[in-house]
């Protein structure tokens, strides 16, 4: 019956090549929580419309490259973001150390960060 999602091909690779290579997964990170927003949520934030917002933040490189918790984010890499899952899917597989080049609106004005990509930190509850 399957598991209701496609996973990509590339990213089970990737996987399992971190896991002979590491033994264990080795995901990228920015420090960032997005989070999607409609075009309703967007006007009352002053945005022009709907995507993935910067929703908060954790001490890293997003926050180091000048992201604040509002941005919307419009692209990763030239390739426009949808949905909060497909940031954190299009960030985690990152290799750490690349960097990368962020789509960013901040009321009106849109702009591009390069981010430095991390090995995602081990997080403890």
Not at 10 to 38: F, K, Q, T, Y
Not at 74 to 98: H, Y
Request: aromatic letters at 4%; proline letters at 6%; charged letters at 25%.
């Amino acid at each position: 019956e399957g598991i209701g999602f496609a996973i990509p091909v590339d990213m089970v690779r990737g996987v399992l090549h971190d896991i002979v290579e590491n033994g264990r997964v080795i995901r990228g990170w920015i420090g960032i929580v997005p989070e999607d927003i409609s075009d309703t949520e967007a006007q009352q934030l002053g945005l022009a419309r709907g995507g993935v917002v910067v929703a908060n933040l954790y001490a890293g490189p997003g926050q180091e490259a000048g992201l604040k918790p509002g941005d919307l984010l419009l692209s990763i890499d030239g390739t426009p973001v949808t949905s909060a899952e497909e940031a954190n899917a299009q960030i985690a597989i990152r290799k750490p150390g690349s960097t990368l080049t962020l789509g960013d609106q901040r009321g009106s004005s849109q702009f591009d960060l390069k981010v430095r990509v991390v090995e995602r930190p081990r997080m403890t509850e």
